[in-house]
């Protein structure tokens, strides 16, 4: 029987967590050919995160995590008193009981307890940071980390010995877009380009209402497909009937979310991006090689969105617009300008898209991990 030595992954439960997870987790499969690896999570439960990594073969495991909130609230109160240690407890008996050999930390909430439990049973931990400018959490786990990766070459706080820039991982499987099923699937006219436009994992509230107010001279040029969240969903179908010119609706296209394989589709039709600054959206949209327009979230913990999207903006592939100077001119005028410098923008965008991220980190937990894999 082989011996199966067990990673586990742990993170936020957000989409900016989850995914890279799931890049990872494929290049370790496809690495590791004897199949003597297990994978796990831990972490909060989060019902469409933990689809997403079962039907990856990612054992999950749903722990209680408190939050450190960085504003006064009664809650930190209950969660530094109750909820944080009572995940740090989970996480403890849950990785002695499994025996793990390895937990690489995504960051988020939800990685410290576990991160914390790894350092009392001497279990190694990795961590990847996304952002430019790392959170709370990722701060502390550094301490005692063995391996660092990181995204962007200017990252702050961490040491540089135990350092690694590599990229955010993103799926392979998003560059394998094709443009005649993206126009059978979003019932696209062919005719106008078209604008993809990505509010985040979560929706971003303030961007859809902005589109939503310039949306009739939007669609006179362009066709669009609006990526509004889940929980806005319903709102927006609704409000934009009320809003467009009845002969312009067949050129906006609005879902909740889009699946791998529709978002694959979807980068690969598009003029232009417009989109949060979330490290795995702007790395994903590197590696489209699309100009794109990066509108940082101004609540985004230690103002990280703004840092990538500016670092990101130095190459010349994309334009940051801070969401308190929106207007509906200069937006027009961006856009027309970004799509006749596509040509362009594709050589700059090559030159910080980091598509083999998730397999350089594979490839240095397999080599961490190998003489247990053997042993």
């Known amino acids: 029987m082989v011996k199966k030595v067990k990673l586990v992954f742990c993170g936020g439960g957000t989409g900016g967590h989850i995914m890279p997870i799931v890049s990872i987790a494929r290049e370790l499969k496809r690495l590791n050919t004897e199949n003597n690896l297990e994978l796990h999570y831990i972490g909060p439960k989060d ?64 990685s410290v307890v576990v991160s914390y439990a790894a350092k009392y049973l001497d279990i190694p931990v990795f961590l990847h940071e996304s952002d430019v400018a790392p959170g709370l959490s990722n701060r502390k786990v550094s301490k005692w980390a063995k391996k660092i990766f990181i995204s962007f070459p200017m990252t702050d706080f961490f040491d540089a010995k135990k350092t690694m820039f590599v990229g955010n991982p993103i799926r392979k499987e998003l ?6 099923k993206a126009v059978q699937m979003f019932n696209l006219t062919s005719g106008n380009p078209v604008i993809l436009i990505i509010g985040g994992s979560q929706g971003a509230k303030a961007l859809n209402e902005f589109i939503l107010l310039s949306l009739n001279n939007l669609l006179k040029k362009y066709e669009i497909i609006h990526v509004v969240g ?28 889009l699946n791998e394989n529709q978002m694959k589709h979807a980068y690969k039709v598009s003029s232009l991006i417009v989109s949060r600054a979330g490290s795995s959206s702007i790395f994903e949209i ?33 334009i940051v617009m801070e969401q308190d100077n929106l207007t509906e001119n200069l937006f027009m005028q961006e856009i027309r300008i970004l799509i ?14 980091k598509p083999d991220a998730a397999e350089k980190i594979a490839k240095e937990i397999l080599n961490y991990l190998s003489g247990q894999i053997k042993s």
């Open 47 to 110: 019902k469409v995160s933990f689809e997403i990594l079962w039907s990856e073969n990612i054992k999950t495991h749903p722990i209680f995590s408190g939050k450190i909130r960085r504003y006064f609230s009664f809650l930190n109160i209950i969660d530094i008193l109750f909820g944080i240690p009572f995940g740090f407890l989970q996480s403890f008996f849950i990785l002695l009981l499994m025996n793990a050999g390895l937990v690489f930390s995504k960051g988020g909430t939800g």
């Open 175 to 180: 560059l394998k877009g094709d443009n005649n």
């Open 230 to 257: 889940p929980q806005n969903y319903g709102r927006i179908s609704i409000q934009v009937k009320f809003v467009t010119d009845p002969s312009l609706e067949k050129y906006y296209h609005v879902y909740g979310s």
């Open 286 to 318: 590197a590696a489209s090689r699309k100009p794109s327009i990066l509108i940082p979230l101004p609540t985004a913990a230690f103002d990280h969105q703004s840092k990538n999207a500016y670092q990101y903006a130095k190459t010349g592939a994309a």
């Open 340 to 353: 006749a410098k596509s040509q362009e923008i594709n050589q700059k965008a090559s030159t910080f898209e």
